[in-house]
């Protein structure tokens, strides 16, 4: 059964360094998102992606976040200035057109120190 | 804007005995209502889904949802838990049209104990 898959699957960096969380979405999914959740708080939504566009993004996606499609099939995350308070588990998520399920990646543990 | 809310942050029960977990949502719009699972240091997996239809849905491992509009709830249910469903419990909503983001509870941890 295909899967979203994620990488690395934990990241620890310094404060102010930049950071890149990758994501292989289902092959024939269109709609791509990511997510994150700090310890023992909500899932929240950062931002949609579709037709090699932002489709939507939450308060929380500011200029320090950007996303990517470089290639056709890695969808990525980076963060170029990261602080601690980015310190979260950051899920990457996909969709099919005119299918309501998401599906879900196993998530990159990020801790900024 | 749309809120998901699950009041209770932990159930216990004992193994065989049933479970409810509560979801309440707020949305202006129609949504879709989605049961997501966390396994320890796993991902989320879709438990099961109201798109529209009969108002009660099923998942393949017993458990079962009731969407109810004027109590604005889609609450989880399993009438006999095994130590294996000892997970996080994500209900979600998204909207019907557009892109569709999920906006999430805060979780219930389900224990479940011999």
């Known amino acids: 059964e295909p899967e979203v898959t994620q990488t690395p699957s934990h990241q620890v960096t310094q404060m102010g360094q930049e950071v890149i969380l990758r994501c292989v979405p289902i092959s024939n999914h269109l709609y791509f998102y990511w997510y994150r959740q700090i310890l023992g708080q909500k899932v929240e939504f950062l931002v949609s992606f579709y037709n090699n566009e932002i489709s939507e993004k939450s308060e929380i996606f500011d200029d320090q976040f950007s996303v990517e499609r470089p290639d056709g099939s890695n969808f990525t995350l980076k963060i170029r200035s990261t602080k601690l308070e980015d310190s979260a588990m950051y899920f990457c998520a996909s969709r099919a057109r005119g299918r309501e399920t998401q599906y879900f990646g196993p998530g990159t543990r990020l801790l900024v120190l | 804007a749309q809120s998901v809310t699950q009041l209770d942050s932990q159930v216990p029960v004992f193994e065989e005995a049933p479970v409810e977990l509560r979801c309440n949502y707020s949305?202006?719009?129609?949504?879709?209502l989605f049961w997501y699972v966390q396994y320890p240091n796993q991902g989320l997996q879709l438990l099961l889904k109201?798109?529209?239809?009969?108002?009660l849905v099923e998942s393949i491992n017993g458990f079962e949802a009731e969407f109810n509009k004027s109590q604005t709830s889609f609450h989880l249910r399993k009438p006999s838990v095994h130590i294996s469903d000892t997970a996080e419990y994500f209900c979600?909503?998204?909207?019907?049209?557009?892109?569709?983001?999920?906006?999430f509870g805060t979780g219930t941890r389900l224990l479940v104990s011999p």
């Open positions: 109201y798109l529209s239809g009969s108002t």
């Open positions: 979600a909503v998204s909207d019907v049209t557009g892109f569709q983001k999920l906006v």
């Open positions: 949305s202006s719009v129609s949504v879709y």
